[in-house]
């Protein structure tokens, strides 16, 4: 027989693959045993070391995200929602001056570390163009984001299509989305781990 080990922070991928995990912490195993239980304890350590709000360390002379936020429709931050609650991001931009065609995209992952939603300024045929040098603020407005119950967090990207790479941010402003009656049946959808809702017709045949 073999031995295979396999080393990821790919959720989906180890609950495929695996029957038993080890989780590392700090260098040292933290935990040994079946996967599922290993992962639940991996996912309530990474959402208790969070980045809800980004700040970029060293910008210096480049064209980078200075600093990335969650908001309510207050205009305050916020890291918890209900079903079908806005969700508004608040993006600032570093440049060094003149840029033309720059391109923003934005990934929602579940918790689990599959990605729900996806966002670019491609995808609506449009782009950023900024007149000179500074920092510069635009908001996302998502009105209805159609996001289930669960634990996320997103990624973000800076580009000039189809191949330059500005920045590129992983893992931040983790936010929880809590149930809500939004069908109007008297019941709170749960167990969705980050799935999306939505609604459908039915009828009977017969």
Known sequence: GRTV??????????QKLTQKCLLMDHGTIGEFGETEPIIE?????????EVRE????????????????LLGTDGKPK????MNDPIIIEIEISVPGKIQNLH?????VS?????????????????VSIARS??????????NPRLGPGKYYTVFGLYHLPRQVHDLVKQILYFDVEP??????GHLPTGLGGQTLTWFDFSFEG
Do not use: C
């Open 5 to 14: 080990l396999f080393v990821s922070h790919n959720m989906p991928m180890i």
């Open 41 to 49: 304890k991996y996912l309530s350590f990474d959402f208790e070391n």
């Open 54 to 69: 980004y700040v970029a360390d060293d910008i210096g002379d480049k064209t980078k995200f200075k600093r990335i936020r």
């Open 79 to 82: 890291s918890k929602f209900f």
């Open 104 to 108: 923003i995209g934005m990934d929602i």
């Open 111 to 127: 918790h689990s570390g599959t990605r729900v939603a996806a966002a670019a300024t491609w995808m609506q045929n449009t782009s």
């Open 134 to 143: 500074g920092t510069w603020k635009l908001k996302l407005v998502f009105p």
């Open 180 to 185: 809500r009656d939004i069908l109007g049946t």
